[in-house]
């Protein structure tokens, strides 16, 4: 059995997780402990506070006792608004205290997208403006290039949380670009495991979700290879493509 402990903030999308296990169809076991959110806004200085390292230890030692082999920050906005620095920086921390490797759909994303062997993105994501231009920044420092982004608005993970499936891939054919090889709809708080195939069929292309690259990235760290193709491009190769996504001077550190 491999276990993957994920830290969620609030209440939202939890629900996709155990929807993506039964997809997995294996002995792979996502247990999951919601953290304190403090405000939910998506705006940059709420959305760090989530991610501040007292948060993040609430539930280590509960996902230790559930037989954790790796923790997972499940949130892409509490980890890409702490920018490429803070965020590798919030992981080493988060792993120091747990004695266990640790990672966080922010930086699962850069990585999923060299995985994928692209390096131009068009970027979907429920946010306001001004966040997910945090965002692109935080995928510039990796060496991603997003060639086109929209932005829904939403106020909070409790609002994104409501989107109905039709709201997600409105706002997907929005951020569509020719150019783009792989469409990124961040934030764990939309629910979008149930039909990550039909926007791949829609978009003619692969597509990264917060909460795909979050169980990816977890079981990356565990050295765990999983085909489930029902999951998207992502999960449908056992090999990794090599190709760098390393911007000179810049380390995409494990």
Do not use: C
């Not at 920086?89 to 640790?102: K, N």
């Not at 290039?145 to 054919?173: C, F, T």
């Amino acid at each position: 059995m491999t276990t993957v402990g994920l830290l969620y903030p609030g209440h939202a999308a939890e629900d996709d997780f155990p929807r993506i296990e039964i997809l997995l169809d294996t002995d792979i076991r996502l247990p999951l402990f919601a953290t304190e959110t403090g405000e939910d806004a998506y705006r940059a200085d709420a959305l760090r506070e989530q991610g501040t390292p007292g948060r993040l230890a609430e539930g280590v030692e509960e996902l230790r006792l559930a037989g954790a082999e790796a923790l997972l920050w499940a949130s892409s906005g509490g980890s890409f608004a702490q920018g490429w620095e803070g965020a590798h920086e919030q992981v080493a921390t988060l792993a120091r205290a747990a004695g266990l490797p640790a990672s966080s759909t922010s930086i699962g994303f850069a990585r999923a997208v060299r995985e994928l062997g692209a390096g131009r993105v068009a970027v979907a994501a429920p946010y306001p403006e001004d966040v997910t231009g945090l965002f692109v920044r935080f995928l510039a420092s990796a060496g991603v290039e997003a060639v086109a982004a929209a932005s829904g608005g939403a106020a909070s993970s409790a609002e994104a949380g409501s989107w109905a499936p039709e709201q997600v891939k409105r706002l997907a054919r929005e951020a569509g670009h020719p150019d783009a090889e792989v469409v990124l709809i961040p934030d764990t708080s939309l629910h979008t495991a149930a039909y990550l195939l039909e926007l791949e069929e829609l978009l003619g292309k692969p597509v990264l979700t917060a909460n795909q690259v979050t169980v990816w990235e977890g079981l990356r760290l565990t050295d765990r290879r999983t085909w489930a193709p029902a999951l998207g491009a992502l999960f449908a190769t056992r090999e990794p493509v090599l190709r760098s996504l390393e911007p000179k001077g810049i380390e995409v550190r494990e």
